[in-house]
Every structure is written in structure tokens, then in C-alpha cells.
């Protein structure tokens, strides 16, 4: 699939990189190394995609972003950028980006990226505007692949009124996920109203989710509304809908159905606009051993299904959850024979667990680093994984950062045979800015040209 890529990238290197990808892809390749040159070509050619950094000097590619749906509409937009962030991520794929990548690139992902987007350019030609940003943000963590892909889901989600189901351990971040969609969402002032169902007596959840009359039951001396009614224009959150019964669940595929209900012991439907999320760290999928929801009812519920991975499966975030959760505490740092326990824990309590052991540690430790002996002996009992060399005693987030972006480079090299051209192509990185990251890890004399 052929077609015009404008390339806006400031780093000269990796622009030229770019550009022989696209041009190698059989596209023709426009680049400007900030917006103003891509404002320019925008006015004066017709493009089929924009591959779009996000930190430029001249401005913020994502307020760029926003600007192309009227200049360039329907000119399918692949943001990039180095800075992978959930709040970025969220950003762009709310705001109608096509992908979102991070550097280095997978090469062979970057050029499927393009392929995807040209043919979507060849298929239409004109795409909704996407809704004006809210004024709040997700509170999320994570920078790996894994997360990346939640992250846009997130923002595909944002933009819908669907029902969405989400799936994943206890303590994976799910109820975290349910308000992200609704703070990027439209209706986003509106009321988020939350309900564990696994806490609420059996007997007492139809009356909490659709409200009962007077004299509906034993106790009932007034009128109630419920979660249903509280929710009204904006989102009502189930979680651990796994629980629910299954005379009730028939009860609430009735209402996703035909969008009303009853308070128990009345007769008169009432409709609902609010939006349903329900969430479960039970097996639900139609064929899975024990599956705890209706066919039917997963079906409806599940038009937007989002997984999220355990913490095991993305242990490349713990570095950034541990900065998270040390916000604010009296400790600043964990050593480093620290963090390769945490990095090597199985964590089955995923993200809540981690938190709740650096809280613990935080308060225990007495100073301003976290130590091996301030962990659990769960913990302390973990087959260490190594962060990469070291030169400090701690290690704060810009350390593991750096380690782990000097193991990438090393591991590359080797591949490449210390041709270090060959080494920035497998990171998806001009030879200039390797250049510079080899002296700034002091690696200035290793490979060849």
C-alpha cells in the first residue's frame, strides 16, 4: 500500500531513518523537523499519514494532534515518542490517534503500523471529532507493552457509550480502569457510582441496583432509589459481576437489553442512560471451566473487553510503580538489592500487594531508603532479578531507567556484531542520537562503524 507519510521528527537521524522505512515501503516520505515546517506541508500537499513525535522545540505534538483533525481530517495520525505514559497514551487515543508507539521502534511493527494506516486512508476519508479534552486525569502506572495496549483500549473506550467488561486478577487495577474510561469520557462531570457486588448481602443487591417501593419487603417504609437510578447520565461500575446471581443477572440482561427496569415491588419501567462497566477476576468467557455469567449476558456486556495483565506479566513497570508509591512517604528510593527482590517477587496480589508492601516498608524502614530487611519474607525469599550495573548504592527511577536502556543497547550491539549502524537499526534509532546515548552510558568505545 502506497502513499504520501509526513515524517515530523526533530531528531535528524532518526527523521532520516524514518524516512528511508517509509520510502523503502514503496511511500513517498515528507519530514519536517518541528510543527511549523509541518503545518507548511500540510497546506500545501495532500498527505495519507503523519507519523507524529510528541516532544517537539517547537511545541507539543499532541496539541498538534488536535489541530490536524481540521486541517489534515481524516488523515490517519500514528503518534510516537520515547515518553511512553498512560496519561499521553490515553490523551492521543482519545483524540482520535490512529497507533501509538514508543522508541526505540520494532521496526517490523512500525512498518505494519503505516500499512494499517495507509489502507485505512484508502478505505475512507473523513472520521468524527473526538470530544473535547476533561479536565481530570487517570491516576495509572505503566510504560510496558502490555499496559501500552490497555491504555488504548482506554481511550477507544472513552469515546463510546458500549457497555465494557474488565477482566483480571484481584488487585490487577480494575475499578482504577473503570474511572479512567469515565474521566476521558463525555460525560465525564456526571456521576461515577461504584457497587462491589461480592459485598452486598444477596438478599439486599436487586433493591441496591434498582431501588424498591414503599412496603416493597419487610423494612421498606419509603420509596429508594438505586445504584441504577444514582448513576443517570453518567457510569455505574459493577465489580466482581462474576458474583452476581444468576436469577439477577437475567434481571440485569433485561435492563442492558432494553435500557429499563423496575424497583422491586413496582410495575412501572424506568429507562436508564447510564453507562454499565462491570469488572470480574472470575473465569466469564463462554466456555471456560466454571464460567460465572450467563452466555448471553457476557456477550452484552463484553462489546469492549479489556484484560489486564497481572504484575508478573509487565514486571518492567514495577520500577515505575515503586516511584508511585513512594510519593509522599518518608522514604525516596529502594536499595538495589531491594528493588531485583521486588523485580523477582510472583506478586500473586499484583499491584495492591506491591503497594501494600512498599507502605508497609516505607513506615517500617526508618530512613530514606527501603532496604532488603524492610520487605516481607515473602519478598526477601524471591530469586533476585538484576536491574542491570549500577554505580550508586540506591537506586531511584531515573537510575532503573537508565540501567535498563543500557542493557537494550549492549544486547543490540551484541546482536549486531558491535556494528553500531546495524544496532541503531534494531532499536529503531538514528546513529546520532545511539551516539549520544553510548557516551552517556559509557559505552563511547565499544563497536564499530
Avoid at 215 to 225: E, K, M
Avoid at 361 to 390: H, K, N, W, Y
Avoid at 433 to 443: S, V
Amino acid at each position: 500500500m502506497s502513499g504520501v507519510v509526513l515524517i515530523v521528527e526533530d531528531e535528524p537521524g532518526l527523521r532520516q531513518g524514518l524516512s528511508d522505512v517509509v520510502t523503502a515501503m514503496g511511500s513517498e516520505a515528507l519530514t519536517a523537523a518541528g510543527l511549523g515546517e509541518a503545518r507548511g506541508i500540510v497546506a500545501a500537499r495532500t498527505v495519507d499519514c503523519v507519523l507524529l513525535d510528541i516532544r517537539l522545540r517547537d511545541g507539543d505534538g499532541l496539541d498538534y494532534l488536535g489541530e490536524l483533525r481540521g486541517t489534515a481530517r481524516g488523515v490517519p495520525v500514528i503518534v510516537a515518542t520515547a515518553y511512553g505514559d498512560s496519561e499521553r497514551t490515553i490523551r492521543a487515543m482519545r483524540d482520535g490517534a490512529f497507533d501509538y508507539l514508543t522508541k526505540p521502534f520494532d521496526l517490523e511493527a512500525l512498518r505494519a503500523t503505516i500499512e494499517r494506516a495507509l489502507k485505512q486512508r484508502a478505505l475512507a476519508r473523513s472520521a468524527a471529532p473526538a470530544p473535547d479534552p476533561p479536565e481530570t486525569r487517570a491516576d495509572l502506572v505503566g510504560t510496558s507493552a502490555a499496559m501500552l495496549a490497555v491504555w488504548k483500549l482506554i481511550g477507544r473506550a472513552a469515546g463510546s457509550t458500549a457497555p465494557v467488561l474488565i477482566t483480571g486478577e484481584t488487585g490487577t487495577g480494575k475499578e482504577l480502569v473503570a474511572r479512567a474510561i469515565h474521566a476521558y469520557a463525555p460525560r465525564a462531570r456526571q456521576p461515577f457510582i461504584a457497587s462491589n457486588l461480592a459485598a452486598l448481602p444477596p438478599t439486599l443487591i436487586e433493591s441496591e441496583l434498582f431501588g424498591h417501593e414503599r412496603g416493597a419487603f419487610t423494612g421498606a417504609t419509603a420509596r429508594r432509589s438505586g445504584r441504577f437510578e444514582a448513576a443517570a447520565g453518567g457510569t455505574l461500575f459493577l465489580d466482581e459481576i462474576g458474583d452476581l446471581d444468576p436469577a439477577l443477572q437475567t434481571k440485569l440482561l433485561r435492563v442492558v437489553q432494553e435500557g429499563t427496569y423496575e424497583r422491586v415491588g413496582g410495575n412501572d419501567p424506568i429507562a436508564t442512560d447510564a453507562r454499565l462497566i462491570a469488572a470480574t477476576s472470575r473465569a466469564v468467557r463462554p466456555g471456560a471451566a466454571g464460567a460465572a455469567l450467563r452466555e448471553d449476558l457476557y456477550y452484552r456486556l463484553a462489546v469492549i473487553e479489556i484484560e489486564l495483565p497481572p504484575l508478573r506479566a509487565r514486571r518492567s513497570d514495577i520500577p515505575l510503580l515503586v516511584a508511585h508509591a513512594l510519593r509522599g512517604t518518608p522514604a525516596r528510593a529502594v536499595s538495589e538489592e531491594a528493588m531485583q527482590r521486588l523485580l523477582g517477587s510472583p506478586w500473586p496480589g499484583n499491584v495492591r500487594e506491591l503497594f501494600h508492601v512498599l507502605e508497609r516498608a516505607a513506615v517500617l524502614c526508618g530512613s530514606e531508603v527501603i532496604d532488603v530487611g524492610d520487605l516481607p519474607e515473602a519478598v526477601r525469599a524471591a530469586v533476585p532479578v538484576a536491574l542491570g550495573p549500577q554505580a550508586a548504592e540506591d537506586i531511584s527511577l531515573h537510575e532503573a531507567v537508565a540501567g535498563l536502556e543500557k542493557q537494550l543497547i549492549l544486547r543490540a550491539l551484541e546482536r549486531a556484531k558491535g556494528n553500531r549502524s546495524a544496532a541503531a537499526r534494531l532499536l529503531g534509532i538514528g546513529r546520532p542520537l545511539l551516539y549520544a546515548k553510548m557516551d552517556e552510558h559509557g559505552l563511547g568505545g565499544r563497536g564499530v562503524e
